[in-house]
C-alpha cells in the first residue's frame, strides 16, 4: 500500500521542478518592433527596438521622471533576419524576446523587393505572434526610430493606436500567410517634422497615416492615395466612427456625418461568376453643419443621404480600380469565390491575376440611414430673433 502511494508523489515532484530552459526576466531584452530595410549589397537591415524600464521613474507628484529616452535600438544587416538577429544576440548581454513584439515596419525599398524572408522569419521564430500589426513606410523603416512618442510612453503604441482607432488597416502576417497568392493591402506611415509645444516649439520627427500599399505575390506593386485608402477600410470591413463630409444641395456648404456603425457583405453575383454584390448598411450621426439646409424636412434628410452613399460609393469603387490598375487582389475577392462557388475557383484559380484586372466587377450597394440629427434640426443662427 505504502509503495503504491509513493509512485504518484514521485511523479507529481517531477512535475514540480523547474524548467531547465528557462531565462529570468532581468535576463531578457524585450523587443516591441522590428524595422526591416532593404541593406548594402542584397542583405536586409534590421533594426530592433528595446524599451528601457530602467529609464524611467516614478516622481512625487505620481508622474514619469525621464532619465533620457525610455528606448533602445539596434540596426544589423545580414543575407537574412535571422543572420542579422544572430549578430545582434553576440554583441548584447541579455537574450533577446519577442515575446511583447507588436509591430513590424517594412521600408518601402524592401516592400517592393518583396516581404517573403520577413514572413519566413516570423513563422519560424516560436516565440513571435503572427498577429503583428504590419505597416510600410515610405522612405527607410529606421527612419521613424526618432518619432517623439507624444500622448503614450512608447512610439509601438502611438502607432497602434492608429489600427486600433481603425485610422489605419489592421494587417498582419497571419493574413498574408492565410492568401493564396499573396495579395494584401498595408497601410502607409507618413513619416514629416513639425513644431510641438511639448518640445518647446522644437521641430521632431512626426508620424501619421498616409494611403495603403497594394501586395501582389508578397510584392509591393502600386500604392492608394488617402482618399482611397478610405475605400480600402470600406472593403475590409473595418470602418468604425469615421466622418464623411458632404456638400449641401442647397448652398453647397459642408455636413459632416459621424459613421456609427457599418456592416458589409460581399457575395459573387448569381448571374455573373466575376462579379461580386457588394453591400453596405451604414447607420450615421449628424455632427455639424455648416448650412443652412432645413433638417426637419424628410426629403432633405433623404438627399443628404443619398450624397453620402454616392460619396461612399466613389471611394470605394476608386480602392478597387486601384487595386485592379494593379493587378493586385488585395481585397480577397478570390476567397469569396473560393467559398460560395468553389468549382468555378478551381477553374480560375490559376489565372486569377489576370481574370481580377480583365473580368472582376462589383455591384456597390450603399444603403445609409441618419439616425441622430443633433436637438437642433437648423443652425442655431438662422433663429430669427423674438419680438
Given at each position: 500500500m505504502k ?5 504518484p508523489?514521485v511523479i507529481?515532484m ?6 531547465w530552459?528557462s ?11 522590428i524595422l526591416v ?6 542583405n536586409?537591415?534590421?533594426?530592433l527596438t ?5 529609464r524611467?521613474?516614478?516622481g512625487?507628484?505620481?508622474?514619469m521622471l525621464s532619465?533620457?529616452?525610455p528606448y ?9 533576419i535571422s543572420?542579422?538577429?544572430?549578430k545582434?544576440?553576440v554583441d ?10 507588436k509591430?513590424v515596419?517594412?521600408g518601402?525599398e524592401m516592400a517592393?523587393?518583396?516581404?517573403t524572408?520577413?514572413?519566413e ?7 513571435l505572434?503572427i498577429n503583428?500589426?504590419?505597416f ?5 523603416a529606421?527612419?521613424i ?7 503614450e ?5 502611438i502607432?497602434?493606436g492608429?489600427?486600433k482607432?481603425?485610422?489605419?488597416l489592421?494587417t498582419?502576417?497571419k493574413d498574408f500567410?492565410e492568401t493564396v ?5 498595408v497601410s502607409?506611415l507618413?513619416?514629416g517634422?513639425r513644431k ?5 516649439g522644437?521641430k521632431?520627427v512626426w508620424?501619421?497615416t498616409?494611403?495603403v500599399a497594394?501586395f501582389?505575390?508578397?510584392k509591393?506593386?502600386g500604392k492608394?492615395t488617402?482618399h ?6 470600406w ?10 463630409t458632404?456638400q449641401?444641395p442647397?448652398?453647397?456648404?459642408e455636413?459632416n ?5 457599418a456592416?458589409?457583405k460581399?457575395?459573387p ?8 454584390d457588394?453591400?453596405?448598411?451604414v ?5 455639424e453643419s ?7 424636412k424628410e426629403?432633405n434628410i433623404?438627399?443628404?443621404e443619398?450624397?453620402?452613399e454616392?460619396?461612399?460609393r466613389?471611394r470605394i469603387e476608386?480602392a478597387f ?7 493586385a487582389d488585395?481585397?480577397?475577392f478570390g ?8 468549382k468555378?475557383?478551381k477553374?480560375?484559380e ?9 473580368k472582376?466587377k462589383l ?5 445609409i ?12 443662427w438662422?433663429?430669427e430673433l423674438?419680438?
Open positions: 509503495k503504491a502511494l509513493i509512485f508523489i507529481c517531477l512535475f514540480l521542478t523547474g524548467c530552459s531565462v529570468e526576466i532581468n535576463d531578457r531584452a524585450f523587443v516591441s518592433t530595410d532593404k541593406g548594402k549589397n542584397g536586409i537591415e534590421v533594426t528595446f524599451p528601457l524600464p530602467n524611467l521613474a516614478t512625487q507628484s505620481g508622474g532619465l533620457g529616452k533602445a535600438t539596434l540596426t544589423y544587416s545580414g543575407t537574412n543572420q542579422a538577429f544572430h545582434m544576440q548584447l548581454p541579455r537574450r533577446i524576446s519577442f515575446g511583447q513584439t509591430l515596419i517594412i518601402q517592393r523587393e518583396g516581404i524572408k520577413i514572413l522569419f516570423i513563422i519560424r521564430e516560436p516565440s505572434n503583428l500589426a504590419m510600410v513606410t515610405p522612405g527607410k529606421k527612419s526610430i526618432n518619432m517623439i512618442p507624444t500622448f510612453r512608447s512610439q509601438s503604441r502607432l497602434l492608429f489600427t482607432n481603425d485610422i489605419a489592421l498582419t502576417p500567410l497568392n499573396g495579395d494584401m493591402a502607409i507618413k513619416v517634422k510641438m509645444v511639448s518640445e518647446n522644437k521632431v508620424v501619421g498616409d494611403g497594394l501582389k505575390n508578397y509591393m506593386v492608394l488617402s482611397e485608402g478610405r475605400g480600402a477600410l472593403l475590409r470591413n473595418t470602418i468604425k466612427r469615421a466622418l464623411v458632404i449641401s442647397t448652398d453647397h456648404k455636413i456625418l459621424t459613421v456609427l456603425q456592416k458589409a460581399i457575395h453575383s448569381k448571374s455573373e461568376p466575376y462579379t461580386f457588394v453591400h453596405f448598411n447607420e450615421d450621426d449628424l455632427s455648416d448650412s443652412t439646409i432645413d433638417l426637419s426629403t433623404k438627399k443628404l443619398l450624397i453620402a454616392n460619396d461612399i466613389e476608386a480600380t486601384a487595386s485592379k490598375k494593379a493587378g488585395a481585397f480577397q476567397e469569396y469565390l473560393s467559398w460560395y462557388k468553389p468555378i475557383w477553374k480560375s490559376r489565372n486569377w491575376s489576370s481574370l481580377y484586372q480583365d472582376v455591384n456597390i450597394h450603399v444603403d440611414k441618419i439616425k441622430r440629427r443633433g436637438t437642433e434640426n437648423n443652425p442655431f438662422t433663429k423674438s419680438p
